[in-house]
């Protein structure tokens, strides 16, 4: 079921995306070789609770921490460890608050310290992919309108498009209706509807498209080991366009 949020609702939504974004911003700021990903985890816990939130992701299905840190082939949901940063690793931070109920998601991909090429322009088509998808939402748009922006320009810089993780649905449930692929067809799929909120989040990768679960249940790599990018944020469907919820830089 697809819910229509109340301006409440929104509001709420809006005081947990700037924790989310906030939080961003801080780890930002920490992120260097060296430092663990256990390390870069606490500091998210500490400010998220600091600001009357809580982690979406800590417990949330079984999952052990409060953000997810994946590093370089690791896609999405690599679980923060000892592991220590080094330079050249690029690193995707997903983070996800609750206030009172309402959760925001967005996700970030950072160089640690100084990155290749490749991997740099890896970050910039996806955050530049996210946008484009996120230029698609307003009321009366179609879902396959966003998939089919993201998809169209990762294609055309060369990128492998992960198609069995999508965006979805956020309000109540960090999960919910509707999914929101990283694929489609313009004038396709539902119909977006003001107060709708959204996740969109492109998760790209320098090779193929296909993708595998580490032993530990969580952590899913790209197929053949190449790096993979993943930018994410939470988005209100308006009238004329889009709010979005989590920040921007």
């Known amino acids: 079921m697809i819910s229509i949020k109340s301006n409440r609702e929104i509001e709420l939504m809006k005081i947990a995306g700037r924790i989310n974004f906030e939080t961003h911003q801080l780890l930002a700021k ?17 400010y998220i609770r600091s600001q009357g939130g809580i982690p979406s992701f800590l417990n949330y299905e079984g999952y052990p921490a409060s953000i997810c840190t994946s590093v370089n082939e690791e896609i999405v949901h690599g679980i923060p460890s000892k592991r220590k940063l080094k330079n050249g690793d690029i690193i995707s931070i997903d983070i996800g608050v609750i206030y009172k109920g309402y959760h925001s998601d967005s996700a970030w991909t950072h160089p640690v310290g100084t990155i290749s090429e490749k991997k740099q322009k ?26 089919y922006a993201i998809e169209s320009f990762a294609l055309k810089n060369h990128l492998g498009v992960v198609r069995v993780l999508v965006g979805h649905g956020v309000g109540t449930n960090l999960h919910e209706d509707p999914d929101v692929p990283n694929y489609g067809q313009k004038n396709t799929g539902l ?11 492109p998760m790209l990768n320098l090779g193929t498209e296909k993708v595998y679960m580490l032993d530990d249940d969580w952590t899913i790599v790209t197929g053949d080991n190449k790096p993979s990018a993943h930018f994410e944020h939470t988005v209100l469907v308006t009238d004329d366009g889009y709010e979005i919820l989590t920040g921007d830089e």
Do not use: F
Request: proline share 2%; no cysteine.
């Open 30 to 46: 920490n992120i260097r070789p060296g430092i663990t990903t256990q390390e870069l985890n606490d500091i998210a816990d500490a």
């Open 122 to 147: 890896l970050l910039d088509i996806t955050k530049e992919a996210l946008y484009r998808g996120i230029h698609e939402v307003k009321a009366g748009a179609r879902l396959g309108d966003i998939g």
């Open 191 to 201: 119909v977006l509807k003001k107060g709708m909120t959204i996740a969109i989040e």
